[in-house]
């Protein structure tokens, strides 16, 4: 990553301490930590603090300079000598800038320029009578040429094409409990398992299917990262499709929230890096394959018309997806939002990778040298490389978890047709926009009236 050049266009104020830090270093938290909000101090809606960028689309051009703009105001009104903590940098990575400034009446302007493709983010963070604000703004400097870095293996196809056949030697042994009280007259709701890659290995899901007799196209949802219960999807039957939701841990979906809490704390805390030094063994592995079983357990359905098959998700849900897409060839289209789990490599390159960033201490990387050799095995980038099935994609510049940077980083090297939603303004989650937008592209890819 080439270094951020900063200009400070204060007037008349200047900032008061740090100066540059090198870049490149582990990422420092996703936003600023905020001080707990007491009680008795209730938020004022009419505090605006404000970035804004000179460009109103946020892109630039490597060598241009983005003028980033802080503001702060109550009721339209200018707030005059507020002290505002300021973080400007690289994507995600530690910031160039750290700084503490006073806000005039006019505000304060940074300006930043990147010498390579990336994405370049100023945080403001300032307190108003004892209440906390925070804001973000995200410049782009030509996105569409960031260059993948994680390396594809030789075996890449051979190998899962081996884990899904072997998966495959276990009947799927499906079990449906219909679940009266989420049914409807037109919509019948189950609560269902199959087997995965081994015996005692399970998927569950959330499984929505028409009551009207025919055979209808599919939806599978595949889930972001956590511990959590799954919900269906009754407005989609109701449209005439099957939909299916998944978990990934084995476990039910249809439980007490209490029990996917004390998961997440215990038994499946930090379950992504499981075994990572283990190619044959990792976590993810019978993941994948559950995925893919996933799709096998959709074709069995009676209702099913045996070819118009969808696969979505966000997140650690859009990297999924691309695995579905890469590996299934019986998937039609694909709509994946802030994809995880991809670029890992990035850090080796000084920038940062999507989530859950596997290598971004490297200082440490002797140490991490068989957790390299899988890692490019189960990369969302080789995924990504290898789909053949039209998609639509979407995150937005704010993301500080799945960065921007890992998010283009797949997008670009996608050969197959793509559509791209971008909501620059946008964090870790889908728009309602882009969530209508992702919708509509399915249902007219499955042929189904929206």
Known sequence: MAAVLLLLVAEPVALRTAAAQQIGAQPPPATTPVPPRPASVPRDTSVHLLITLDHPDWRYHVGDSARFHLSLDRGGRPIQGAMVRIQLGPDRMTPTLRDTAQLTPSGLTLAATLAEPGFVRTIATVEVNGVTYSERATAAFDPEQIVATTPMPADFMEFWQRAIASARKMPLDVRMVRLAG??????????ISFQNDRAGSRIYGMLSVPTKPGKYPAILTVPGAGVRPYFPRVDLAKKG????????HGIPVDRDSLLYSELRATALKDYWAYRLEDRDNYYYKRVYVGVIRAGDFIFSLPQFDGKNYAVEGGSQGGALTFVAGALDPRVTAVAASHPALGDQFAFLHGRTSGWPFMLADTAHLAAKAEKMVT??????????RML??????TWGFNDTTVPPTASYAIYNVITAAKEVDIVKEAGHARTKEQSDRVEGFLLQRLRVQP
Do not use: C, M, Q, W
């Not at 989420?182 to 609560?191: A, G, L, M």
């Open 182 to 191: 989420r049914s409807t007259p037109e919509v019948n709701v189950y609560h």
């Open 241 to 248: 499709v099957i939909h299916l939701a998944i978990g990934i």
């Open 375 to 384: 890692i490019p095995y189960y990369d969302t980038v080789n995924f990504a």
């Open 388 to 393: 053949k099935v039209p998609g639509i994609y």
